[in-house]
């Protein structure tokens, strides 16, 4: 009977009122989940997300670079020749796919100009810098990406190693370079999209590939470069390099 007695004498306990206090305690509890969330999606799952949607355009407008075409070529030779030139484009227009096997199965369409409206395309991803060579021509091919947000295509740059090859699909051709080296530069340091890469006032003297990106991760105070050299080319109309296939486990 006791025990009755206590429990109906805490359940006659007034309820403790909402403050505005407390009231403003759980809203800030609430927008700091919601803000960690945000955080989240932002730092490990948006990138992933419109990563993956550029992928999916670049295998689409692979696709239809060069309809016909076979899947992979029979031979694994590139030429050294003269490669053919490719015709300069309007602005925001889709002209190539970047592969660089490094960055895993990666795929991404190279735009005209480095607007956002490109570089943040789910159809493309990476920019070409508009007063740069195009793929294979003498000087310097340059390409920018974002390093994170966006799909991030450029997250992993910095793990690329010597030798790696790098293809660039267009209408005619696939252009085929070898990373050379980094390099850690300011943003006002123009000069590695120049022909010569870092040597402005050289005379053209090779075929150059430029990738650039921020630094460090999730900044803009800095930027980290990527320098390829070209090796040679492949008709279009053969397919996917044998090698480069062989690398994606398409072969």
């Not at 403003?24 to 945000?38: F, P, Q, R, S």
């Not at 997250?155 to 005619?172: C, F, K, N, P, W």
């Not at 590695?192 to 090779?206: C, N, R, S, Y």
């Amino acid at each position: 009977m006791a025990a009755l007695d206590d429990r109906a004498r805490r359940s006659a306990r007034p309820r403790r009122r909402a403050t505005a206090w407390s009231v403003l305690g759980e809203l800030l509890l609430t927008a700091g989940v919601l803000a960690l969330g945000y955080a989240g999606w932002q730092v490990w799952l948006s990138d992933a997300v419109l990563g993956e949607r550029q992928q999916q355009a670049a295998r689409v407008f692979a696709a239809d670079l060069v309809p016909g075409a076979p899947a992979v070529a029979d031979a694994s030779a590139l030429r050294t020749d003269e490669p053919p030139a490719e015709a300069a484009v309007a602005d925001r227009e889709s002209f190539a796919v970047m592969h660089i096997p490094r960055l895993g199965e990666f795929e991404r369409v190279v735009g005209e100009g480095t607007s956002r409206a490109v570089l943040d395309s789910l159809e493309q991803g990476l920019a070409h810098y508009s007063e740069s060579a195009m793929p294979g021509g003498l000087g310097n091919f340059a390409v920018a990406g974002h390093r994170n947000g966006q799909g991030g295509p450029f997250t992993h740059l910095d793990e690329m190693r010597l030798g790696d090859r790098i293809y660039v699909q267009t209408a005619s051709a696939w252009h085929v370079y070898e990373f050379r080296n980094h390099e850690y530069v300011p943003p006002t340091a123009i000069g590695v999209v120049a022909p010569v890469p870092q040597l402005p006032h050289e005379p053209t003297d090779g075929r150059y590939l430029t990738l650039t990106t921020c630094n460090p991760e999730w900044s803009a105070a800095g930027r980290l470069i990527a320098y390829a050299t070209w090796v040679g080319w492949q008709s279009a109309a053969d397919g996917m390099p044998l090698e480069l296939a062989e690398t994606l486990g398409r072969a």
